[in-house]
């Protein structure tokens, strides 16, 4: 059950075409601010150091946005015969998916304690979601992200295992198409990792005027 938070002091405009990426800086992670800036087609990325304890938030909204389709997904024979060796679970273990996803190991790490802090109240109030895929007891991977409306925003993924994530990925597609309606996931940019998958990319706009529809979707039974 989604429990709406206090609605934000800060307000999320409409962005200006020709806009970069990056569309403001500051604010804070409360969860009525990030449930605004997502349904206004803006996510929260800190700049500079992850290890600072306040350092700036960034609010992004790409000029080319990566999208998946439900029914775009790739998956080859491979991957689907590999996928089957995990079993799916959905909110079992949300704290260790983003602390997975957050592992400063990582290239790129960009998980901050705000933010890992930010998306655990986000979850304890039914609107941020994991997908894991498991190994016997072994957390093998997963993804995680915010459903609003008819978009699944995904924030990261990560994996122990080979195409552990690709699994958690199949899996949340698998779950989301068996909710009826229309319905978008939404991972920010394109890779080519995610290409190979189904990732496409839509323009701003594009992406925004499918956003206002999405909105009206009945949410997902998690």
Same mark, same amino acid.
């Given at each position: 059950?989604?429990?709406?938070? #206090?609605?934000?002091?800060?307000?999320?405009?409409?962005?200006?075409?020709?806009?970069?990426? *990056?569309?403001? !800086?500051?604010?804070?992670?409360?969860?009525?601010?990030?449930?605004?800036?997502?349904?206004?087609?803006?996510?929260?990325?800190? *700049?500079?150091?992850?290890?600072? #304890?306040? $350092?700036?938030?960034?609010?992004?909204? #790409? +000029?080319?946005? $990566?999208?998946?389709?439900?029914?775009?997904?790739?998956?080859?024979?491979?991957?689907?015969?590999?996928?089957?060796?995990?079993?799916? %679970?959905?909110?079992?273990?949300?704290?260790?998916?983003?602390?997975?996803?957050?592992?400063? =190991? %990582?290239?790129?790490?960009? !998980? &901050?304690?705000?933010?890992?802090?930010?998306?655990?109240?986000?979850?304890?109030? $039914?609107?941020?979601?994991?997908?894991?895929?498991?190994?016997?007891?072994? *957390?093998?991977?997963?993804?995680?992200?915010?459903?609003?409306?008819?978009?699944?925003?995904?924030?990261?993924?990560?994996?122990?295992?080979?195409?552990?994530?690709?699994? =958690?990925?199949?899996?949340?597609?698998?779950?989301? &198409?068996? +909710?009826?309606?229309?319905?978008? !996931?939404?991972? +920010?940019? +394109?890779?080519?990792?995610?290409?190979?998958?189904?990732?496409?990319?839509?323009?701003?706009?594009?992406?925004? %005027?499918?956003?206002?529809?999405?909105?009206?979707?009945?949410? =997902?039974?998690?």
């Amino acid at each position: 059950m989604q429990v709406e938070p #206090p609605t934000t002091p800060w307000v999320f405009p409409p962005v200006a075409p020709g806009t970069d990426d *990056l569309v403001a !800086i500051g604010a804070d992670l409360e969860p009525g601010t990030l449930l605004a800036a997502y349904r206004a087609g803006y996510f929260p990325m800190p *700049l500079g150091d992850v290890d600072e #304890p306040d $350092g700036d938030i960034g609010w992004w909204s #790409p +000029q080319r946005r $990566g999208v998946l389709e439900l029914d775009g997904l790739k998956v080859s024979r491979s991957l689907r015969k590999t996928a089957r060796r995990f079993e799916i %679970r959905i909110d079992t273990a949300f704290a260790a998916v983003v602390d997975g996803c957050a592992d400063p =190991a %990582r290239d790129g790490a960009w !998980i &901050s304690e705000q933010i890992r802090a930010a998306y655990l109240e986000l979850h304890r109030l $039914g609107w941020a979601h994991s997908v894991e895929a498991w190994a016997g007891d072994e *957390l093998a991977g997963g993804l995680y992200g915010v459903a609003v409306g008819g978009v699944f925003a995904g924030e990261s993924m990560f994996h122990r295992h080979r195409d552990a994530s690709k699994a =958690a990925l199949i899996g949340l597609v698998e779950h989301l &198409s068996a +909710q009826g309606g229309e319905r978008l !996931i939404d991972v +920010q940019w +394109q890779t080519e990792h995610l290409a190979t998958l189904g990732v496409v990319e839509i323009d701003r706009a594009r992406y925004l %005027r499918r956003l206002a529809a999405l909105l009206e979707t009945p949410p =997902a039974f998690w």
